[in-house]
């Protein structure tokens, strides 16, 4: 663990003196995973794209201003987020509502237009987690969707480790309710324990 922040700090030592080659190797191992978060919050790959690439370029050229206070993972994917914010406000200017209009999750396996031939339980789930107040769909969707640790998730949010922990707690628990409620069993929460 520590050779790999030595490493990063390495590369984004050279990075911020120009070298491109450095970002690019910070950065590819983490592409992937930001273009998924960004289509499924924007709902379409061609926006998702843009909105990484914009990232990524303002990512580099404010690197000098990267404290080290948390990963460059955390540190690039809160500038991806950003920037799906602003590109769905954009879209949606006459709605002072940003993103809770907007569905925060999908699978991302399959293209956005074969979302629709998921299965029922795939959308009855996805439906439930956005149904979520947003404090609690935002930790479930960094844990579970992102992969995030505890620490990455308090990072970007502002919170303590524990807070985190508390709502996730909370977040599985107000899920979990509602699926009981609606009859169904609790096959949905193996991966979650």
């Not at 390495?10 to 120009?18: H, V």
């Not at 790959?45 to 404290?67: G, I, N």
């Amino acid at each position: 663990m520590v050779e790999g922040r030595e490493h990063e700090s390495n590369l984004i030592r050279k990075a911020t003196t120009g070298d491109h080659r450095a970002f690019l190797e910070l950065i590819v191992p983490y592409q992937t995973r930001l273009l998924r978060r960004a289509q499924a919050l924007l709902g379409s790959m061609e926006d998702a794209e843009d909105a990484v690439q914009e990232a990524l370029l303002m990512a580099y050229r404010s690197l000098a201003k990267f404290r080290g206070e948390s990963g460059i993972y955390t540190y690039i994917y809160r500038i991806v987020i950003n920037k799906c914010h602003d590109s769905v406000r954009k879209r949606r200017r006459t709605d002072s509502d940003s993103l809770d209009n907007v569905p925060l999750i999908s699978d991302e396996r399959v293209s956005i237009s074969k979302n629709h031939e998921l299965s029922e339980e795939s959308g009855y789930l996805i439906e439930k987690i956005n149904s979520l107040d947003k404090k609690y769909r935002q930790v479930l969707l960094m844990r579970y969707y992102d992969d995030l640790s505890y620490q990455e998730i308090a990072d970007l949010v502002h919170i303590s480790v524990g807070t985190v922990k508390s709502r996730l707690f909370k977040a599985r628990e107000l899920l979990k309710r509602s699926i009981v409620r609606d009859g169904k069993g609790d096959e949905y929460f193996a991966d979650m324990v």
